[in-house]
């Protein structure tokens, strides 16, 4: 049984990682005209970074144990990497070329693909009213960001696409891990190492000079990368899928409000209605599951 004090934590680090990501996709297009690849690899770089030193701390502190990776966790490690990777330079490819709300709400699909992967992975079951209060949601979110699909922008929302399918994969993973007591540090790391290695090609062949300003852009995202990280890990470590997912609308929300700040999109009366839509499904959804603690899984 989830108790209702684990499921208020993962909700407030979901919330916080949503936050982190909203703004690190920001930073991500201040950064300006570097390629999508070499964005990727900062972004990883400082979470390695972060990652590295905490385990080391962990080493240091309790010995060998706080770092040993558990008996049948390397496969949902590599796994987490794999879809990590896909999820993050899908997303960073998208942001770069279309509207950041456009890019939220399509990474926004990663609650469907985490319930599934969940359902598949760790049988999280699955009932009826918070899978209605998700669709409507991703309807509110939809009123806020009005996608336009044309020809041109095939390629970037689709690779926006693939990211919230990689993220829902990779947080379905992030879960299994918990569930084997695997260090949430050495899954960033895991992840972090994965990715950059991933990068290295491009970076040797075409890295592209940055400016002072364009190198201090690219570790802000790295920080928020990071913080965004370490919050969605402890997130699902704390709570399953179904109980928390939802939450991560509140990215769509942050998206819609840094673009307001920094890039002057206003606005309009259906982005207030989707607002309010995500705001009363994600309510209904956190009193259902107050209802239904007494059960193992009380959400989808």
Avoid: W
Avoid at 164 to 174: D, E, F, K, N, R
Wanted: net charge positive; glycine share 8%.
């Amino acid at each position: 049984m989830i108790e209702t004090s684990d499921t208020k934590k993962g909700i407030f680090f979901l919330i916080s990682s949503a936050f982190f990501f909203a703004l690190m996709a920001v930073f991500v297009k201040l950064a300006g005209d570097i390629h999508f690849i070499q964005k990727a690899f900062f972004r990883n770089a400082v979470a390695f970074i972060i990652a590295l030193t905490g385990t080391i701390r962990d080493y240091r502190k309790n010995g060998k144990e706080a770092v040993t990776i558990p008996k049948g966790s390397m496969l949902f490690l590599i796994l987490r990497a794999i879809a990590g990777s896909v999820g993050v330079f899908g997303n960073f490819y998208a942001i770069d070329r279309i509207l950041l709300s456009d890019a939220a709400i399509l990474n926004k699909m990663a609650p469907f693909f985490t319930i599934l992967f969940s359902y598949i992975i760790l049988k999280e079951k699955i009932k009826p009213l918070p899978l209605i209060c998700i669709i409507i949601a991703f309807s509110g979110s939809i009123l806020i960001v009005k996608p336009s699909f044309n020809f041109t922008q095939m390629l970037p929302t689709l690779a926006a696409f693939m990211g919230g399918v990689g993220a829902g994969l990779a947080y379905a993973s992030v879960r299994k891990l918990s569930y084997l007591h695997c260090n949430g540090k050495i899954i960033i790391l895991f992840f972090s190492a994965f990715s950059m290695l991933l990068s290295v090609p491009y970076m040797i062949v075409s890295f592209n000079p940055m400016t002072l300003y364009q190198t201090g852009m690219l570790i802000c995202a790295g920080a928020c990368a990071a913080g965004g990280q370490f919050s969605v890990t402890a997130a699902y470590y704390h709570a399953p899928a179904n109980k928390i997912s939802i939450y991560d609308y509140s990215q769509v929300l942050f998206s819609t409000l840094f673009g307001f700040m920094f890039f002057g999109q206003f606005p309009d009366y259906l982005s207030l209605i989707g607002y309010i839509i995500i705001i009363t499904m994600a309510i209904v959804n956190f009193i259902y599951s107050e209802h239904c603690k007494d059960t193992e899984f009380s959400g989808l």
